[in-house]
């Protein structure tokens, strides 16, 4: 293919258009996800289990990752959270059941929530030493990092042929 010349007048591959438009299709796909997957999801019939993306604030310092989770409605006992693969993968699982008896009806329904959500961990972590603790709804996670090895620098002196 001939290259053909952009506005500044650089000469650019034809297909570069197409994948700088590409580029942006995704980009705006992936800015309002997790809104189309709150749509979807809140049109899915009563009988189909629904997963819940709890929401996460993440952040990160040399010595320890955090994550805050948002998991209303969970106990502790009902909150998984553990490393697969290099991984922190955080499960809860919640089920209740109302009756209600009248003189002319009976009624008893059950709901099934199910939280997920899992996050790819640097290499430097200590998993073994990870923190988890649950208060109001909210679950926050601490990771410590490894303490970095200091390099020793040697100079080494240049000589001229």
């Known amino acids: 293919m001939n290259k053909v010349k952009n506005k500044s007048g650089k000469q650019e ?17 992936s ?23 709890p929401k996460v604030d993440a952040s990160e310092s040399n010595d320890k990752l955090e994550f805050a989770i948002e998991m209303p409605g969970l106990e502790p006992e009902q909150i998984d959270v553990s490393i697969q693969d290099g991984a922190l993968v955080i499960e809860g699982h919640k089920e209740s059941e109302s009756e209600k008896k009248s003189k002319n009806y009976y009624l ?11 996050f790819t961990l640097p290499d430097d972590v200590e998993g ?16 410590p990092r490894k303490a970095k090895k200091k390099t020793k620098v040697e100079k080494i002196k240049i000589v001229s042929e």
């Open 13 to 29: 591959h034809p297909l570069d258009k197409i994948r700088g438009e590409v580029e942006n299709v995704f980009d705006r796909l």
């Open 31 to 53: 800015d309002n996800w997790h809104e189309f997957e709150s749509t979807v999801s809140e049109h899915l019939p009563e009988w189909m289990p629904k997963f819940i993306k």
């Open 108 to 118: 008893k329904e059950r709901s099934s929530q199910k939280y997920y959500r899992s």
């Open 128 to 143: 073994s030493k990870i923190t988890a603790n649950s208060k109001n709804g909210l679950l926050t996670i601490t990771i």
